[in-house]
């Protein structure tokens, strides 16, 4: 996912000094003076999606989610816990990171909320069929519109799942179809309980027959 302006190249999303970065993960990095991992990229060949299809892509994400890491004992780790798609932007909140600071020569660390991060998804599919939603290479591994999961491996090499709460799978409903007995004994009850005419019921008797 693009962060900022959707416009900017790879090399302007990491010159030193930019505010702009592909993901959390760098984020926390970047603000912590570590040194920014390779990212994965795009191949060369890679063609960015039409508008049609960008917007065909982006219809099923809109609204909220909510972000869960499906890796553990990684040194970086999603720590955002919600997502709020509206067009191509994404607006991530929520969750909390550890902040180490020097207070009177100790160092301190404390647990902070994490600032909220927007970020633009566009989509380019490499020749290979791969779906990336950014530049940087984050990959499109499955999205199950049925059980709202979308399994995201992003630029740093680490997977993910957007999820959707109280989502219920139903199931479809089968209409089943009286049988002519079982009309008919309706249509005597309700002749006999003078609720429609003996013309009424001879017409509605032929219908069901007719049937």
């Known amino acids: 996912m693009d962060v900022g302006n959707p416009d900017l190249s790879v ?5 030193p000094g930019s505010d702009i970065v592909s993901n959390p993960c760098l984020k926390c990095m970047y603000c912590c003076g570590m040194l920014i991992p390779k990212v994965r990229g795009i191949p060369a060949d890679a063609k960015l999606l039409s508008l049609e299809e960008q917007n065909q892509l982006l219809a099923p994400l809109q609204g909220a989610w909510k972000l869960r890491p499906l890796e553990s004992g990684r040194q970086h780790t999603i720590m955002y816990t919600d997502i709020y798609v509206e067009g191509p932007k994404v607006i991530m909140s929520g969750g909390m990171h550890n902040r180490t600071r ?3 020569g100790r160092r ?6 994490n600032r909220t991060q927007v970020m633009y998804i566009k989509y380019w599919r490499g020749s290979d069929g791969v779906l990336y939603i950014d530049r940087m290479g984050s990959i499109v591994e499955s999205f199950d519109q049925l059980k709202n999961e979308l399994r995201i491996n992003n630029a740093l090499g680490i997977s993910f799942m957007w999820y ?8 479809p409903v089968v209409a089943v179809q009286p049988s002519i007995s079982d009309e008919l004994e309706k249509l005597v009850a309700l002749l006999k309980g003078g609720h429609i005419t003996q013309e009424e019921y001879d017409e509605a008797k032929q219908k069901v027959l007719a049937h």
Do not use: Y
């Not at 090399?11 to 010159?15: I, T, V």
């Not at 301190?108 to 909320?113: D, E, Q, S, W």
């Not at 959707?164 to 199931?171: K, L």
């Open 102 to 104: 020097h207070v009177d």
């Open 164 to 171: 959707r709460e109280n989502t219920v799978t139903s199931q």
């Open 11 to 15: 090399d302007d999303r990491m010159s």
């Open 108 to 113: 301190v660390t404390a647990a902070v909320a």
